[in-house]
């Protein structure tokens, strides 16, 4: 199946600083990616939708100014956290949507913020 | 609105048979999708079935009837390491997968 990758895998910082998480599609190519935050022992929750070349588009009740989206090639998206708070610790998941064949999205392995 | 429900937890024997259900509500629908999550890591894609019936791969079948909004996934010859959450995901019309809370299903000898 379609690869996707993450990087970092866990990150801890400190209150007030910002966090860069990458979201690479390896071996093909994602005009959309998905932005999820996980808490724990809890479902999915889709944060934003990242458009290669054109601004993302944000659920309800998710900052578009403290969580920063950028898809600036086909098979990379990113997410910084700004500023990040105690409260944004949690697990981000990205997926990248695969046409190729099922209209599938596939995850890349997550990444674990904890801010202290 | 949009919604999506499944049991919180289930619980079944090593060797047996577990049906895990799912309804859902949402605007638009493409079709059903489910993921197994082991604690600590990302979705992994199980099933996605967009007309009604049955799909069978291997140990896991899973059925649909959109009539109904619902769908269930079937695990048979159960094994220790299929203990894990299983999410049940609509696929709506605007492309967004919109995930249930998922199901812990715990494995015993």
């Known amino acids: 199946g379609a690869v996707v990758s993450q990087h970092p895998s866990r990150v801890i910082c400190k209150s007030g600083t910002s966090v860069k998480i990458e979201c690479r599609s390896l071996?093909?190519?994602?005009?959309?990616m998905f932005w999820y935050r996980q808490f724990p022992k809890k479902s999915l929750m889709l944060m934003a939708t990242?458009?290669?070349?054109?601004?993302?588009?944000?659920e309800q009740g998710v900052e578009k100014d403290k969580f920063l989206i950028n898809h600036a090639s086909l098979t990379l998206s990113t997410l910084t956290v700004t500023s990040a708070h105690p409260e944004d610790s949690s697990f981000y998941i990205c997926?990248?949507?695969?046409?190729?064949?099922?209209?599938?999205?596939?995850f890349g392995p997550g990444t674990r913020l904890t801010v202290l | 609105g949009q919604n999506i429900d499944q049991p919180t937890e289930m619980t079944a024997t090593e060797g047996a048979i577990v049906q895990i259900n799912c309804t859902y509500q949402?605007?638009?629908?493409?079709?059903l999708f489910w993921y197994q999550q082991h604690a600590g890591e990302a979705p992994t894609f199980l099933s996605y079935?967009?007309?009604?019936g049955l799909e069978e791969k291997g140990r896991f079948s899973s059925f649909l009837s959109r009539s109904k909004g619902y769908s269930y996934l079937l695990l048979k010859e159960l094994q220790m390491k299929d203990s894990a959450s299983y999410l049940c995901?609509?696929?709506?019309?605007?492309?967004?997968?919109?995930f249930g809370s998922g199901t812990r299903l715990s494995i015993r000898p």
């Open positions: 997926s990248a949507r695969d046409l190729g064949g099922v209209d599938t999205q596939y």
């Open positions: 071996d093909f190519q994602a005009t959309t």
């Open positions: 990242s458009n290669e070349g054109s601004k993302a588009t944000y």
């Open positions: 949402t605007s638009g629908f493409n079709g």
């Open positions: 079935n967009v007309l009604d």
């Open positions: 995901a609509a696929h709506s019309s605007a492309s967004k997968i919109i």
